[in-house]
């Protein structure tokens, strides 16, 4: 595997949700939950993503998965550079020849226009784990039949080999199958299970497939404390046994910190600050990330400020301000804040990157 | 379902279900009844359409043991008729009929399989007993309700299985599908069950053809019966698909690329089992009200078939009424019915209901 | 000791609260006893059924059948065992002398009355407030826990404001009939991180600005290191540990505490350095039968005797331990 192999390229990400008043007349009024989100991850890497709630991040899950259909934006699934070069280039080209190539070549190596059938297939390399174990497995099905869902159905395995091949999923995520016993776990159902033994069960689901990339929304955050590490560990080793990346959603900043590489933070729809996991904790550029450090109980951490400039919520994501959304919240606010929106631009070492006016106005003197 | 264990009341529905003293006994009456289809002609002691020509509203036979001081077992005394104008009759104590069981009779067939002559009980000497009286033309109304039971209990339930086919197909992929589709379905679905029942059963039955066999009468009028339950219980599915639609477990079976069909069958569907269940107990009794009374005003089975609601339908005089008052027996069969449906619906409600107390 | 000085406001002996239910009975808490001063934060931590919020239910006289309290229990609130109050004097000490906020503030408020009038109630209800009073105290109220615009606020239906926003108010109505004892279970789970800071610090702010006590109910440890002044951690309907937080944070003494505190990600630790201190096994049901000690089957330092024989509590200076291996 090359070094700096990306395995994920997402390019100005949009999406709205049309807020609907019914039947057939639909109001003008949008949520904007992900305005022009653009990152890349590197392969067998984990990228942290942290933010409050409404910020955006399970809907940046579940619009790369599709789920959510994109308003506008690219996605690169495990596509070679070659291919994607070859792309910009036609693209650029004003002939109409390489325009039509240029569409045709987008068709099959852009994730986001995939026909069905495509998506259906390049689909299965990403896999989603849900926050609440409870919610996430079906109540009325077996174990292992939850398991080998996705390889039964598409046709990888069959239905002869799902007690094997279950048997083993469960092995993988540390839970005794006892394939002969009487209390064999694989034809129970969830609720005989526990919550950190549900979670492990959503993880065996989704890697079944042997997929490319998991998405994590929260994994850890409905389970007792004590169960958490125990499942934290078990990402890290399925992630180092089976060469899987991760997209890991949190809102808790220690543990995205523990199992990140690179770490990006969402405020409304948008990446504020996005770098390497020891850089951002070190060096902390936006004041939203240095805000929300400030404010994320720690074991350790020593004094927790309670009483901080910290009035005012997140803004609501109908109309969204034409500056920096951040405006009403930040303790460095300047005029030009007001009005123009900043741009996620170097700041640091290591493709730091932070979208701040104030952050660039301090830095710029001594950079440059 | 095995080892479902209630983990909040420690209790199953089963269990829950089994507390409830009214739920059971109506699942028992229901099932005696349902079985007894199977055995008609064996149970009832002439066949439907058996006359007796003389025998004209000819008063229920009352059992007797002691005859003359002397206690000689079941018997029934002969009735005279008196007066064949007014059809009124007279006890003659002369004459005794013992009451045997299994005697011989009328053919029928066993499940409708094996012929016969069996029946379960009868006089010794093969003289007309009616237990419950005759109708106009001298035939027994036992008889006639027991084999009545046949279309009207299965009426209800073939229905019910055709409209909730129609609603799970319908409402299912409404509530899947979203948008417009859903929007058009359920618009013509709030039609149909805006319209008034009763009169639309009317409206539909007078479209059908009159000549046609009875078989498809019974066939149209059971679908006729199942329209508007159609759109009710599509609607009700509808919401639940669309609730259940965006459950974890459901997003993470379309992402590993489930089909939709499945994804139905598979993870909503089983969800609302017991909805389902309760449903389809609760509106049995509707379709058994809406049969018969379509029967009563001749519109839907006609001779030589039998259904309740038609032998109610001679019961329409309040003369007649007045001067046989047996005849109004089959309306009680109904009552029973609707009755002891609703009690198991509000038993099985109650037993799925996770928060009740039972 | 310190403690001793200071004014006991609330005492709990021997609360036992078992559910009975159709095959077997549960018991959520037992045999627990602790004491509440005057102007303190107590926490109240531990797991899912481990009984927290069950003291806090029981503390108001809120359990309900299946649920019992059993006979032997005591909760002296101004030398009266208050399980044994009637109805009508436990309404008036519920809201009035003890209040309680929840963990969802959106199911706390009905959604079809304005804010204002419910907080106002307790007014009306405890201090014979008339309507027009209640508003403005109300007003008033709403300005203490730093809700901007109070007037116009007190006029908006629960579903006008955010979560944030809504739990200043429950804190509001909470405070309104300035009562000694607050009881919040898990009141800041449901919210975001920067919202939970300020109503962690609005709570701290109210307990010095008035007085009062506090039992906070939580899961999180980490939340009360600079928040509590004592701490209880309940494991499977037992206190494990009790006392000082500096103490409980810096030389935890049960081995569940220490191996808490040490799963929980600290930040500066990185996976490619550092690996995760995991505790074995699952959180235990209160269904579960454990005999002996309830951390012995997760127990890494667990020897023979804690499999048999439950350690007592034993009292050590200011602190309380469960544990066979704090005896020596």
Redesign the interface.
């Known amino acids: 595997m090359q070094k700096n192999d990306k395995i994920l390229i997402v390019k100005d990400l949009v999406k709205s949700f049309p807020l609907k008043a019914g039947?057939?007349s639909e109001s003008s009024d949008k949520i904007h939950a992900l305005n022009s989100v653009s990152f890349s991850l590197d392969r067998n890497t984990t990228l942290g993503v942290v933010g409050?709630?409404g910020c955006g991040k399970t809907t940046l899950a579940?619009t790369i998965?599709r789920?959510h259909e994109p308003d506008n934006g690219t996605l690169f699934f495990d596509i070679q550079d070659k291919q994607i070069e070859m792309l910009n280039y036609l693209e650029s080209e004003k002939e109409a020849g390489a325009q039509a190539e240029g569409k045709r070549l987008r068709k099959s190596i852009d994730f986001f226009s995939y026909p069905r059938k495509q998506l259906?297939?390049e689909?299965?390399k990403?896999?989603?784990i849900?926050q609440?174990p409870y919610?996430?497995?079906?109540?009325?099905?077996e174990i292992k039949d939850?398991i080998t869902?996705?390889l039964v159905?598409?046709r990888i395995i069959k239905k002869s080999e799902i007690e094997k091949k279950a048997a083993e999923l469960l092995d993988i995520v540390g839970i005794p199958s006892g394939i002969n016993g009487v209390s064999s776990s694989l034809s129970k159902?969830p609720?005989?299970f526990?919550?950190?033994?549900r979670q492990r069960i959503?993880i065996a689901?989704?890697i079944s497939?042997n997929p490319k990339l998991v998405i994590c929304d929260e994994p850890v955050s409905s389970l007792?404390?004590?169960?958490?590490?125990?499942i934290?560990?078990l990402l890290?080793d399925i992630q180092r046994e089976f060469n899987i990346t991760y997209l890991f959603i949190a809102?808790n900043?220690?543990?995205v910190?523990?199992?990140s590489d690179s770490v990006a933070v969402m405020y409304t729809g948008r990446i504020v600050e996005y770098g390497k996991?020891?850089e951002i904790?070190k060096n902390p550029r936006h004041p939203y990330t240095q805000?929300?450090?400030?404010?994320?109980?720690?074991?350790?951490?020593?004094?927790?400020?309670?009483?901080?400039s910290?009035?005012g919520?997140?803004p609501g994501l109908i109309h969204m301000p034409s500056g920096c959304s951040f405006y009403p919240r930040c303790r460095f606010r300047m005029d030009i804040c007001r009005y123009e929106n900043p741009p996620l631009e170097i700041s640091g070492n290591d493709n730091h990157t932070c979208a701040c006016h104030y952050v660039k106005k301090v830095q710029s003197p001594s950079s440059s | 379902m095995k080892g479902r264990i209630g983990k909040i009341t420690g209790s199953t529905p089963f269990l829950k279900f089994k507390k409830q003293k009214i739920g059971v006994i109506s699942l028992v009456f229901l099932s005696v009844m349902y079985i007894s289809i199977l055995f008609e002609g064996f149970l009832a002691p002439y066949n439907a359409n058996t006359k007796f020509k003389t025998k004209s509203y000819h008063p229920p036979h009352r059992i007797h043991l002691i005859h003359e001081g002397k206690l000689i077992g079941p018997f029934i005394y002969e009735y005279e008729m008196v007066n064949p104008y007014f059809k009124t009759y007279k006890v003659n104590r002369e004459n005794i009929h013992r009451i045997k069981l299994f005697v011989k009779g009328d053919p029928h067939k066993i499940f409708f399989l094996f012929p016969s002559d069996r029946h379960l009980f009868g006089t010794a000497d093969n003289a007309p007993y009616f237990p419950l009286g005759t109708d106009r033309l001298g035939r027994d109304i036992l008889s006639r309700i027991i084999f009545g039971g046949k279309i009207s209990l299965t009426i209800g339930f073939v229905s019910i299985f055709m409209a909730l086919f129609g609603g799970i197909v319908i409402g299912g992929l409404s509530g899947y599908l979203g948008g417009l589709t859903d929007w058009f379905i359920m618009r013509c679905c709030e039609v149909i069950i805006l319209l008034p029942t009763f009169y639309f059963f009317l409206f539909l039955r007078s479209i059908l053809p009159s000549d046609i066999s009875p078989g498809e009468k019974f066939f149209y009028i059971t679908l006729i019966l199942a329209i508007p339950g159609w759109a009710g219980s599509a609607r009700g599915i509808r919401n639940w698909v669309l609730s259940l639609k965006h459950a974890d477990y459901v997003t993470s079976a379309r992402i590993s690329g489930v089909n939709p069909f499945r994804i139905i069958i598979r993870h909503i569907i089983p969800q609302i089992r017991n909805i389902l269940i309760l449903s389809i107990t609760l509106s049995i009794p509707g379709v058994i009200l809406g049969e018969a009374g379509l029967s009563f005003l001749n519109l839907g089975i006609t001779e030589p078939s039998v259904s309740w609601g038609m032998l109610m339908s001679s019961a329409m005089d309040i003369n007649i009424l007045l001067q046989y008052p047996w005849i109004i027996y089959p309306a009680f069969i109904i009552i029973m019915t609707v009755f002891f449906f609703f009690s198991l619906g509000y038993s099985l409600k109650d037993a799925f209901d996770p928060r009740s107390k039972v | 000791m310190e403690n001793e000085l200071r004014e006991k406001i609330l005492e709990v002996k021997n609360l036992t609260t078992s559910f009975h239910l159709i095959k077997s009975s549960i018991t959520a808490v037992e045999n627990l006893s602790f004491s509440l001063y005057r102007n303190e934060i107590l926490a109240v931590v531990g797991e899912s059924g481990s009984g927290k919020s069950v003291t806090n239910y029981s503390i108001m006289n809120l359990i309900e059948p299946p649920g019992r309290i059993s006979d032997e229990s005591e909760i002296i609130f101004e030398d009266k065992n208050i399980l044994k109050l009637n109805e009508k004097e436990m309404s008036w000490i519920r809201g009035n002398r003890i209040s309680m906020i929840f963990q969802e503030p959106s199911s706390s408020f009905n959604q079809l009355f304005r804010i204002g009038s419910q907080i106002g109630e307790n007014l009306r209800i405890h201090n014979k407030t008339d309507k027009k009073n209640a508003l403005k105290k109300a007003e008033i109220l709403l300005e203490k826990v730093h809700i901007p615009n109070p007037s116009n606020r007190v006029l908006d239906y629960p579903f006008q404001m955010s979560g944030g926003m809504l739990q200043r108010a429950m804190i509001a109505q909470a405070l309104a009939c300035s009562p000694d004892i607050l009881l919040a279970d898990e009141p800041t789970t449901a919210l975001d991180v920067t919202t939970q800071a300020q109503i962690l610090g609005l709570i701290y702010e109210k307990t010095k600005e008035t007085g009062m006590s506090v039992i906070f109910v939580t899961h999180d440890l980490a939340l009360i290191e600079n928040f509590a002044d004592r701490i209880i951690i309940l494991y499977n309907g037992r206190i494990m540990e009790s006392g000082r937080t500096e103490e409980i944070f810096s030389n935890p003494s049960h081995p569940y505490t220490g191996d808490l505190l040490k799963a929980v990600p600290v930040p500066g630790v990185f996976k490619d350095t550092d690996r995760l201190f995991t505790i074995r096994g699952k959180v235990p049901s209160p269904e579960d039968k454990i005999s002996g000690c309830r951390y012995s089957p997760r127990c890494d330092r667990c020897f023979e005797r804690c499999l048999k024989e439950e350690p007592e509590l034993l009292t050590q200076g200011n602190k309380q331990v469960r544990c066979h291996l704090a005896e020596k």
């Open positions: 039947g057939f409050e709630s579940k998965l789920i259906k297939k689909r299965i990403m896999q989603y849900f609440d919610m996430s497995l079906n109540p009325k099905m939850i869902e996705p159905q598409n159902y609720h005989e526990s919550g950190g033994q959503s689901r989704s497939t007792d404390v004590s169960i958490q590490s125990q934290l560990n890290i809102h900043l220690s543990v910190f523990y199992m996991s020891r904790y805000l929300l450090m400030s404010v994320v109980p720690e074991i350790g951490k020593g004094k927790m400020v309670f009483k901080q910290i009035d919520e997140v």
